[in-house]
């Protein structure tokens, strides 16, 4: 049966059976006569396409259809199943971070200094904050200036600190806040020594106070270092240490340590046997030991360090005795706080889970945290959330305005109070 839907002359279909529909079912002629002319339809069938090959319609009629565009699926509704990917994060981690500067003009600028102080770009941020000082004028302005007086801290200028103070008093008819003291180590000064306040988690970025430590001990200045505040420190610290209680053990120098019975502890559960890693953490731990541990208890270590390394540990020697007496450290005030201090880079805050359980309202003090990272701060929140879920109050104090802003955008102000210092 042959049809022709645009008058023109009748074309044979091609046989190609797996892709040509069923046609209807031929008409019966007498097989004597000859086959009549076909005409035209009157109106085209309904629900029934002919496609011939590969050839286009000669005259096709565009139809009228209003186009309908799906929105594209959110990435939620997406399966992230990859064993690399990291399922610590909540939703407040830095996974989560989405700085919106279509909202509110002000908070995108305060998220955009952010997030270059957090990724250690500091000539970025402060250009931003000197540009922005002068934008944003009045009270609005206010916590640009304290940002930028914060990152003068962090980067040690104390010239153009006290600069700032002046132009801020003028433009903002208040007192500038004042240059604040290195707070991870209080010295002060006894007779002919020193005393050191170790405290918070010290870092190779913020290690200031143990180079100073090591230049006194070698010059046998008899120093007093105080350890109960000191949380921890990472690979790099403990080696300096290391090397400078040995140093002075040797050279007879006077070193006296308070409160280390805690960071002794910390140290003795982090390291365990057959984990070739941090060895110079176990240097540190056997010289602490050699100070303020039993010959059996150092005994023991030394063999867990000969095993693990497949290197000879130290032998156990008698440490000489203090031959300059000094008056113990004064602290100040003693709370349940638990100090950091220092650059915090991809910290986890594991030790804080013990902290969580063994105190009722938990206190982390700040004011030594010079900066942190996205990567620590997301951490920081899987850490509290699980704790505030459960109706627990922590909080953290003393945070510079810069980590305190950060806390803010990674959500830490609905997991703990943060309490930041009046200016």
Not at 167 to 180: F, G, H, I, N
Not at 339 to 354: A, M, V
Request: proline fraction near 8%; include cysteine; glycine fraction near 6%.
């Amino acid at each position: 049966m042959v049809f022709s839907f645009f008058k023109k002359q009748a074309q044979k279909m091609p046989e190609r059976p797996a892709a040509r529909p069923r046609p209807p079912a031929p008409e019966v002629r007498p097989e004597n006569l000859p086959p009549a002319e076909p005409e035209p339809l009157a109106e085209p069938l309904p629900d029934l396409e002919f496609t011939v090959g590969n050839r286009p319609s000669p005259t096709p009629k565009k139809p009228e259809v209003a186009l309908s565009v799906k929105p594209t699926p959110a990435s939620e509704d997406l399966d992230f199943t990859g064993e690399d990917f990291d399922r610590e994060f909540t939703e407040s981690s830095v996974m989560g971070i989405d700085v919106d500067h279509g909202g509110d003009p002000l908070q995108g600028d305060i998220e955009h200094v952010v997030v270059l102080f957090a990724n250690a770009q500091d000539a970025a941020a402060r250009s931003l904050l000197e540009t922005l000082v002068r934008t944003y004028p009045g009270s609005e302005g206010k916590r640009f200036w304290l940002l930028l007086f914060d990152l003068l801290q962090s980067l040690g200028e104390r010239a153009a600190f006290e600069k700032l103070g002046m132009e801020y008093a003028e433009v903002c008819e208040t007192s500038p806040p004042a240059w604040r003291q290195e707070e991870a180590a209080v010295v002060s000064k006894v007779g002919g020594g020193r005393q050191f306040v170790l405290q918070g988690v010290l870092t190779a970025e913020g290690a200031q106070p143990v180079a100073e430590l090591g230049m006194l001990i070698a010059q046998k200045v008899p120093v007093i270092v105080d350890c109960a505040r000191l949380v921890g420190c990472d690979d790099d610290v403990a080696g300096e240490l290391a090397d400078m209680l040995t140093r002075a053990r040797h050279a007879d120098a006077a070193v006296t340590l308070l409160g280390v019975e805690g960071f002794l502890g910390r140290l003795n559960e982090r390291l365990v046997a057959g984990e070739a890693t941090r060895a110079t953490t176990w240097l540190l731990l056997l010289e602490l030991l050699q100070r303020h541990g039993t010959q059996e208890t150092f005994e023991e270590r030394a063999v867990d360090y000969a095993v693990t390394f497949e290197l000879s540990p130290p032998s156990w020697e008698a440490v000489p005795p203090v031959r300059v007496a000094l008056p113990a450290v004064s602290a100040g005030p003693s709370d349940d706080a638990y100090y950091f201090s220092g650059e915090l880079k991809n910290y986890r805050f594991d030790e804080l889970l013990k902290v969580f359980e063994e105190v009722e309202i938990p206190i982390l003090d700040f004011a030594g945290v010079r900066r942190m990272d996205f990567f620590s701060a997301g951490q920081l929140v899987n850490r509290i959330a699980p704790f505030k879920a459960k109706g627990r109050d922590i909080v953290i104090r003393s945070p510079s305005h810069l980590v305190a802003e950060l806390m803010a955008v990674v959500g830490l102000n609905k997991q703990a109070r943060i309490i930041v210092p009046k200016s």
